[in-house]
């Protein structure tokens, strides 16, 4: 058997080799996403006092640390038996709309486009942001905004970009908002509102070009897991777990986000340090699901925005029964969530409620056990902490976002690889659609000790007996 | 008269001051600042740190400033890249014998061995950081003590004697072993002596001692063992 690695897959945050095994007639049998990076996080927490995990964790990823920050802080808020105050949780909402724009924004405009627009055989050591600066000025420009709209919001709320431990606190948050600050993000909304409306014209047209990728990227029926909202409607803070069938069913509504354990399974292999979430009630790995801005579409009666609203039903079209099954399309489900957060971030925005000062409730550790859930960018994010009677954590547990699509990465690779891998030799345009299928769930590894587009890229190639018979090497793509 | 007065030179700058005065306060007094941490106005200097060193004309040894009483015609210098390169020794130091990863720490910010650090110019240690762990002791009602963050500079010892009254704190073992203990090395819970007056919390320059829920910045207040002792009749 012959076995192909493609390692480490670039321009995804953090570090992943793919393995394709071949069989006796060269032909894809099985293909495999290995993360070899273990971070140890959950040992790292135990013994430091609870109120510590939203900082600590929130440095889980340098891309959707918000996301981290309020699930590990909801976990927080139940260990200290605290309600927040409302415009606490208006605050923090919008500072996780912030986040979703900018993940997703930097996922789609500086991750993917290059693939989208320069095409899957364009030359690997042009085909990055800054070809398509070059080429694209308009695109470039567009996601530059987006994803400096988002990071704004998240900078004028706590003052500052990448880390906000400190502004999110059990309780609530740290300084109310500002009029003037809330009057600069306003200022700014009706211009992404803009450009992320061309965008979504521009890929709804382009869709018909990528005939072959949506058929092909991941294109298989599973679960989907995420937070609705109480109507129904897309939720990214808080509400009920909802699980959907492939034909569009509801199999599993109203769940306690709290209750997780009850219905996911966390299923490990020897060789990954990824875990493998599924739904139990239907076993492993059977039990399959997906999660994230596809998942979420899925699960969701309408978004909830009138403009993302109409989005949603166009895209639906491209499904059976309003399922859309394609991972190609999570890009697709990527832009009308950005439509979405924005016009709900103007729409919090408007609403005076937001400048309230009533931000922070005082309380300590008095309940034994805390879980917190939040919509990530890239799907369901789950903090589970328990501690001593002083508040000091004797464990955790993590279900990060991205692990969740772990058994349904290994099926979308499999399905590229049958489709575009050659086994007698490497050929960059298959190589590039592999790595294009799992960037289109927009994976987040470990955390951002390395950033897009600085990675090697090496291709190692081995025979049946397990020696390497040829390697790939591109040092450092620009 | 020149029992009461002395005359010194620091950084060349000639200055008088009184016999009991230390090198620092002469120095302080004459708007010369010297780098300090376990320094504080109004307890005991305790001379441990020794980041306020100075070089003593004709001596071949540093001198802590904070406990080196001036003499006439002291010539001084607080200044040097030498007594650089040591700081900046001490401070690696101290970042790397307990766990200082100030991204993650609750003082984050309002830090006086952070501030140092910058100002020294330390990013990073050139010895090997010991990662040992230390229990917390959350048990207390209102403080935290955290070992792991823990200088040793005695600050919360001496305000806890000196100022309170009550000598709730002390150190244990020698060495890097040291650690802070409460009463005879009890849980803080069970303190019999602790009157929960929160002035160990108000002192310590890092993330050790602390209060609980509440951000650092609210409840440091260095200037306080000063307050109160000018407050006090001599
Ligand atoms: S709270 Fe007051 S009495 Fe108790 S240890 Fe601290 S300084 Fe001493
Ligand atoms: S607990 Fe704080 S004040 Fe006390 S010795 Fe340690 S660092 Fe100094
Ligand atoms: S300040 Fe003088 S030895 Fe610490
Ligand atoms: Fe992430």
């Known amino acids: 058997m012959k076995e192909i690695v493609i390692n480490p897959v670039t321009r995804i945050e953090g570090h992943a080799k793919v393995t394709i095994f071949l069989d006796e007639n060269d032909e894809v049998k099985e293909a495999r996403f290995q993360v070899t990076d273990f971070r140890g996080f959950e040992k790292f927490c135990e013994g430091r006092p609870f109120y510590e995990m939203p900082s600590i964790t929130s440095r889980v990823c340098g891309i959707c640390p918000v996301s981290h920050l309020l699930a590990s802080v909801k976990a927080c808020d139940q260990i200290a038996s605290v309600i927040i105050p409302e415009t606490a949780e208006r605050l923090r909402r919008l500072m996780h709309f912030g986040q979703i724009i900018q993940s997703h924004a930097l996922s789609f405009f500086h991750l993917s486009s290059p693939d989208l627009l320069l095409g899957m055989d364009y030359s690997p050591m042009k085909r990055n942001i800054f070809e398509l600066i070059e080429k694209y000025p308009e695109i470039a420009k567009r996601g530059i905004f987006l994803r400096r709209f ?26 109310p908002l500002s009029k003037e600050k809330r009057d600069m993000i306003l200022r700014d909304t009706p211009e992404a509102l803009k450009m992320i409306q061309v965008t979504l014209e521009e890929f709804k047209k382009s869709i018909e070009r990528f005939r072959d ?70 076993g492993y790995p059977a039990g399959v699901y997906r999660v994230g801005p596809l998942a979420r579409l899925n ?108 058994l349904a990465y290994n099926m ?43 990675m090697p890229l090496s291709i190692h190639l081995y025979d049946s007996r397990g020696k390497e018979v040829d390697r790939l090497i591109q040092e450092n793509l620009p | 008269m020149s029992e009461r007065i002395v005359k010194l030179i620091i950084d060349g700058k000639e200055i008088f001051a009184k016999p009991t005065d230390t090198i620092l306060k002469a120095a ?28 003593v004309k004709g001596n071949p040894k540093l001198m802590t400033s904070c406990t080196t009483p001036v003499s006439n015609n002291m010539e001084i210098i607080t200044n040097s890249p030498k007594l650089i390169k040591y700081r900046k020794q001490i401070i690696e130091l101290l970042l790397a014998e307990r766990i200082h990863t100030c991204s993650v720490c609750i003082a984050n910010g309002s830090c006086e061995l952070q501030e140092l650090a910058s100002k020294f110019g330390v990013d990073h240690t050139n010895v090997s950081r010991n990662w040992e762990r230390f229990e917390l002791d959350m048990s207390h009602e209102r403080f935290v003590l955290d070992h792991n963050r823990c200088i040793l500079c005695t600050r919360c010892i001496r305000v806890c004697d000196e100022i309170e009254g009550v000598h709730t704190l002390d150190i244990k073992r020698r060495g890097k072993d040291s650690m802070i203990i409460v009463d005879l090395d009890e849980p803080w819970s069970a303190s019999y002596s ?23 910045s ?11 002792t000018e407050r006090r009749r001599r």
């Open chain 1, 150 to 175: 988002g990071q704004q919001i998240i900078e004028r709320l706590s003052g500052k970009r990448i880390h906000s431990g400190e502004w999110i606190m059990p309780g609530g948050v740290k300084t």
């Open chain 1, 213 to 282: 990728e949506v058929e092909s990227f991941g294109n298989f029926p599973t679960y989907y897991l995420g937070l609705v909202s109480e109507k129904g409607l897309l939720e990214h803070y808080d509400g009920k777990i909802r699980i959907v069938g492939p034909d569009g069913e509801i199999v599993a509504d109203n769940l306690e986000p709290t209750k997780y354990f009850e219905y996911i399974g966390e299923a490990v292999e020897p060789w990954s340090y990824m875990k493998f979430p599924y739904y139990k009630q239907k």
């Open chain 1, 299 to 406: 699960i969701v009666q309408k978004c909830g925005t009138p403009m993302a609203d109409k989005e949603l039903r166009e895209y639906r079209k491209l499904g059976k029964n309003g399922i859309v099954e394609s991972t190609f399309l999570y890009h697709y489900a990527r832009l009308i969530e950005i439509l979405y957060s924005v016009e709900k971030v103007k729409e919090m925005l408007e609403d005076p409620k937001i400048l309230d000062e009533n931000v922070q409730a005082k309380s300590y550790a008095s309940r034994e056990e805390g879980v917190g859930v939040a919509e990530a960018p890239r799907g369901t994010l789950i903090h589970h902490y328990k501690v001593d009677r002083n508040g000091k954590i004797i464990w955790t547990n993590l279900i990060i976002a991205t692990e969740n699509n772990n």
């Open chain 1, 412 to 454: 979308a690779i499999t399905q590229v690889a049958k489709k575009y891998v050659n086994g007698k030799r490497l050929d960059e345009g298959m190589l590039n659609r592999v790595e294009a299928v799992i960037r289109a769930f927009d994976p987040c590894l470990s955390c951002a000790t390395h950033t897009w587009g600085r």
């Open chain 2, 28 to 55: 302080i007094d004459n708007g010369i600042q010297i780098p300090t941490l376990c320094y504080l106005e109004g307890l005991t200097p305790h001379g441990g740190c020794r980041l306020c060193v100075v070089e």
């Open chain 2, 194 to 216: 602790c009157t929960s007056c929160g002035k160990c919390s108000a002192v310590c320059p890092v993330g050790a001692i602390y209060v609980k829920g509440k951000p650092l």
């Open chain 2, 218 to 228: 609210e409840t440091k207040r260095k200037e306080l063992p000063k307050f109160i």
